[in-house]
């Protein structure tokens, strides 16, 4: 609206172009706050980074509030144990750092506290506790499937490849022949 019959309006100063002004003004040469540098909305929070103003997308973790919320997107650790899984939470603040919250999206076992990156593995369990997608198998060096105390990673969880076995027993492991039960 024209109050002062000049043909301008006031409008919102839109600095980082991406439609969302702070609360400085600037002169519009029309009535429609659209040109370049204009805007009709003073709802800004950052007026130095385009990718930041409201309703825009959230970055999970990365401790900005790209939608001008005052919240941020955490990743959802189920179990607590510092590792989220894939699926997000709005935070009630920006660090990510309470219940259920996390900065990570590498827990490959959400529901149990015992499976995270830097968990220990357990050797000829079948679980991958340490989220590398293996597991910690004895060392048949023979062939025999029966393995000695040496352990090796797997890629998998079965300890059935070659080289590799889920019992640590064989007596000689220089000889196929010789392990127990022969």
Same mark, same amino acid.
């Given at each position: 609206m024209d109050q002062n019959c000049d043909t301008q309006e006031l409008c919102y100063a839109d600095t980082d172009g991406d439609s969302f002004g702070t609360t400085s003004t600037v002169l519009s040469a029309d009535l429609d706050c659209t040109a370049a540098g204009?805007?009709?909305?003073?709802? #800004?929070?950052?007026?130095?980074?385009?990718?930041?103003?409201?309703?825009?997308?959230?970055?999970?973790?990365?401790?900005t509030d790209e939608s001008c919320d005052d919240r941020e997107l955490c990743y959802f650790d189920e179990d607590r144990d510092g590792y989220g899984g894939t699926e997000t939470l709005e935070?009630?603040? +920006?660090?990510?750092?309470?219940?259920?919250?996390?900065? +990570?999206? %590498?827990?490959?076992?959400?529901?149990?506290a015992s499976a995270h990156p830097t968990?220990?593995?357990?050797?000829?369990?079948?679980?991958?506790?340490?989220?590398?997608?293996?597991?910690?198998?004895?060392?048949?060096?023979?062939?025999?499937?029966?393995? %000695? %105390? #040496? %352990? +090796?990673?797997?890629?998998?969880?079965?300890c059935s490849d070659a080289?590799?076995?889920?019992?640590?027993?064989?007596?000689?492991?220089?000889?196929?022949?010789?392990?127990p039960g022969a």
């Open positions: 204009e805007s009709a909305q003073n709802t #800004d929070c950052d007026a130095s980074a385009p990718e930041i103003y409201p309703d825009a997308a959230e970055i999970p973790a990365n401790g935070s009630i603040d +920006l660090d990510c750092t309470g219940s259920f919250e996390s900065i +990570l999206a %590498t827990d490959c076992d959400d529901a149990s968990a220990a593995e357990t050797p000829v369990d079948g679980i991958d506790q340490d989220c590398d997608g293996g597991d910690i198998c004895y060392i048949d060096y023979d062939g025999d499937t029966f393995g %000695t %105390t #040496d %352990t +090796l990673s797997s890629p998998d969880l079965s080289g590799e076995s889920a019992v640590s027993t064989d007596c000689n492991d220089r000889s196929s022949t010789e392990y």
